[in-house]
């Protein structure tokens, strides 16, 4: 079966400065998709950024870009010149092709300090 | 406005009190599906829909009925609610989800208490 860790329950990072949430997962699928999800205070989930696993090349979305690495089943996200806003439980999503079965992480707590 | 909508969005109830929770979208969307979120352990699947009247199970469905009878409407049943359905329960959708990266469109989440 298929997992999603996220093994930083909380982070910091000052405005204006560059964090990075991790996400490791486990599966032995060589074809899925990865998402890192964003839900604010208003408890509102909303999609920051995608990856297929079959692209080689790291999605970008604006300040939100992820590293990839297939190998060693990690895909973390890094969030450049922190905004207020960015304070969110961030969680990281799988879903095999294929298949409709989504797995989610814990979350991360991401605090933005001004 | 594309969206999903679900009602009620908070909800106490007792215990054995058969309740059902709507979700509706707007988008034409085929698949839906429903999660609850507990503190510690992220959000969990507890059925999932590829189209009108197919449903499947997701991680968590003991407790839980879905029916899908049109293709924008999945509601979520709770025949017998007991305590541990205590829960912020999210309903959503997509255009697909056989293959690529469709984005899920979520609901704002209703709030279930059981006592």
């Known amino acids: 079966a298929q997992t999603v860790t996220q093994s930083q329950p909380e982070m910091s990072v000052q405005e204006a400065e560059t964090v990075t949430l991790s996400c490791t997962y486990d599966t032995s699928e060589s074809d899925y998709y990865l998402f890192w999800y964003k839900q604010p205070p208003s408890r509102q989930m909303i999609l920051v950024i995608r990856q297929e696993a079959y692209k080689q090349q790291n999605a970008t979305e604006n300040r939100f870009s992820v590293n990839f690495q297939k190998a060693a089943k990690s895909f973390s996200l890094k969030i450049s010149d922190s905004q207020l806003g960015d304070a969110a439980m961030y969680f990281c999503?799988?879903?095999?092709?294929?298949?409709?079965?989504?797995?989610f992480g814990t979350g991360t707590r991401l605090k933005v300090l001004a | 406005e594309a969206q999903v909508t679900q009602n009620p969005r908070y909800l106490i109830t007792v215990t054995g009190k058969k309740l059902t929770v709507t979700c509706s979208q707007n988008m034409n969307h085929e698949y839906m599906s429903w999660y609850r979120q507990d503190p510690g352990l992220g959000l969990r699947q507890i059925y999932y829909s590829m189209n009108v009247e197919v449903t499947d199970k997701g991680d968590v469905p003991e407790g839980y009925k879905v029916s899908r009878k049109e293709k924008r409407n999945f509601p979520l049943i709770l025949e017998s609610p007991s305590p541990n359905q205590t829960s912020l329960y999210f309903c959503?959708?997509?255009?697909?989800?056989?293959?690529?990266?469709?984005?899920?469109?979520f609901g704002p989440g209703t709030r279930l208490t059981v006592t």
């Open positions: 959503a959708s997509s255009l697909s989800a056989g293959e690529g990266t469709y984005e899920q469109y």
């Open positions: 999503a799988y879903r095999t092709s294929g298949t409709y079965k989504y797995i």
